[in-house]
């Protein structure tokens, strides 16, 4: 039986991605090995489900359909970074909004009878960088939270079930899915 790498995510709008990628280039100016996450690939996880069978993907898309929301207000908060070691790993951007925490909730909520356990520690963020080495890591993990990301608003009322394919030069995100909210929050 085939077997699918799932994950559940929100997209960004247009005026996101802008400011991601405006950010993405003051990065670029610090010295560093690694890569910055593709334009077309910037999202935000709400939960991973890892690989799964076809059936179990099948009840999973019929489980998201349980999931109520309403259309939510985000912004862009700060950026940060998660390091392993001492070493900066992944460069990220906070996303806020309280509906983003509710809507993660309910989504454990339908998924935990499937046997998904639910998020312990669910950190509203997208990915806009992955970091193999840096020399000054103090000084790195400092420029990184000085950046100024721009607070951009954002609404959303859908989220996606997608698909990732791991290739050589990077993973290719399919869409399954899409879940839509009503009306505003």
């Known amino acids: 039986m085939a077997r699918h790498r799932i994950f559940i995510a929100i997209d960004f709008s247009e005026e996101v991605i802008k400011e991601i990628a405006r950010v993405q280039e003051v990065l670029g100016n610090v010295k560093l090995i690694g890569k910055m996450t593709e334009l077309e690939n ?3 996880t709400l939960k991973f489900l890892g690989e799964i069978d076809d ?3 099948e009840r999973v898309r019929k489980r998201l359909k349980e999931v109520k929301f309403s259309e939510m207000e985000l912004k862009l908060g ?7 070691r001492g070493q900066p790993r992944i460069v990220w951007i906070k996303v806020m909004g309280k509906g983003i925490f509710e809507l993660q909730k309910k989504i454990d909520d339908v998924l935990e009878g499937e046997g998904f356990g639910r998020e312990e520690r669910f950190m509203s963020h997208l990915t806009i960088a992955r970091i193999k080495h840096v020399g000054d890591k103090t000084g790195f993990i400092d420029y990184v939270n000085g950046m100024g990301v721009k607070a951009v608003e954002f609404n959303v009322n859908e989220f996606k079930l997608k698909e990732s394919e791991l290739r050589r030069l990077g ?4 869409d399954l899915e899409i879940y839509e909210g009503k009306g505003i929050c």
């Open 78 to 84: 700060v950026a940060g970074t998660f390091s392993f």
């Open 171 to 174: 993973p290719v995100y399919k």
């Open 42 to 44: 910037l999202h935000l």
């Open 55 to 57: 059936e179990k993907l």
